[in-house]
């Protein structure tokens, strides 16, 4: 699915445009590994701010905790 904002398409997750509801969830996920990798007060915000990407680019927070609790499914 094509993600659209402002009359053009793409959209900003943690400062990378996608174009993809897929697109997106792959850079989310990327964030998750390194934030999960080294957890720290920074990587918390990091991963809020991208958090907040992916609601507004249209996610709801259910399936945004849902994304973060498959990849933690995977990691362990």
Not at 4 to 19: A, D, E, M, P
Not at 29 to 52: P, R, T
Not at 56 to 70: K, L, P, Q
Request: hydrophobic letters at 40%; charged letters at 25%.
């Amino acid at each position: 699915m094509l993600l659209k904002s402002n009359q053009s398409y793409g959209i900003s997750i943690g400062h990378k445009t996608v174009l993809t509801k897929e697109g997106a969830i792959e850079r989310y996920k990327a964030f998750l590994e390194v934030c999960y990798n080294d957890l720290s007060v920074e990587g918390a915000s990091v991963l809020s701010d991208v958090q907040n990407d992916l609601v507004n680019a249209g996610f709801t927070w259910e399936e945004v905790e849902g994304i973060e609790t498959s990849y933690l499914k995977e990691a362990l």
